[in-house]
């Protein structure tokens, strides 16, 4: 069996224009498990566009030897309102600049939409709850009225997505480490996964707190298994978003090396046939995302990093200057940014002149910190 492609059209908002996602189809439509992959939902996120481009490659390559075991959906450009997001020549793919806000929060809340239609309806069955439900949130989202362009796109990746047992969401951060976030509940299971990536960090949180697309899809399991303690809820979607890398990390060489571990996570998972060879080493153990400290610009400024990208630093280690290019006096122009945790350096921005507020650098650390708590973990 081959791959099948087809173009779905979103709800247009202005008159005169169509845009659509395309959808590459491998397997046999209900087949299990069921894999969900997308690139750069955040459309400037460039390195999982082309690791998306490598991996159809690799399907395309499978699906002609007949291995495609599970059924296994990819779309290559989750995004086409924000690759067409053009401000004075530079592309801004992060935010909807007509007001829809974060590409990547305000997913539909598949337990709001539930409502109460569950209530009755759950077994002492794990497989047959996990079919109920999955059915449930399916019908739910066909349901719902798309009200525009951005919201007719969350409605049509949902609907790809909702029923998966893998969903990956391929992103990355400015300057950055290969990373993973989970829920809770996905590890250790997701164990294997990290280690495909080569990831240099795992980061758990429950609730990060902005309707992300990953939680989406993972979170309702767990949620529901609390609301409905008599029947039986397994956390059956494991949704992760990977992040490759830095902005600029876009070459044939990594983005092949990376769509072939995605392959090979679809081979172990069962989704795929054949050997994929021997796990590598894990080069990370998770920790909590409310942890993993945000660091901001205090001061405007120019940003002078002290510190590397995958240094290990120590709680009060400085991590970077900001150089106030309006100081009178050169000496009094820096000010040192320190590190409020001890651990890995995971990211660092790119472009380096800052206004107060701006992210200037993650930090994994392994405990929590005081100032994650109560908000959201997400950085925006
Ligand atoms: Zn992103």
Known sequence: MTRHSERLR?????PGTAREVMVHRYGAAGARPKAYIQAALHADETPALLTAHHLARLLDEAAGRGEIVGEIVLVPFANPIGLSQFVWGRHLGRDEISGGGNFNRHWPDLLELLGDSLDGKLTDSPERNVAAIRAAMIEALEAETPRNELHSLRLILARLAADADLVFDLHCDDEAL???????AHW???QGIAAELGCRAVLLAED????????????PWTTL????PGHPIPPVCLAGTVELRGQSDVDDTLASADAAALFRILQRRGLIAGDPGPLPEPQCEATQLDACEVLRAPAPGIVAYAADLG???REGDIVTWIVDPAAEDPAQARQAVRAG???LILSRRDRRYVVPGMTLAK???TKTLAARLGGSLLEN
């Open 188 to 190: 250790p299971e997701g």
């Open 225 to 228: 298994a609390g609301k409905y």
């Open 363 to 365: 930090i994994v650390g």
């Open 208 to 219: 990060s707190g902005g309707g992300s697309f990953d939680e989406t899809f993972s979170t």
């Open 178 to 184: 290969m990373h993973l976030f989970l829920i809770p």
């Open 341 to 343: 945790t001890g651990g």
């Open 311 to 313: 240094a290990k630093v």
């Open 10 to 14: 979103l709800r247009a908002s202005t």
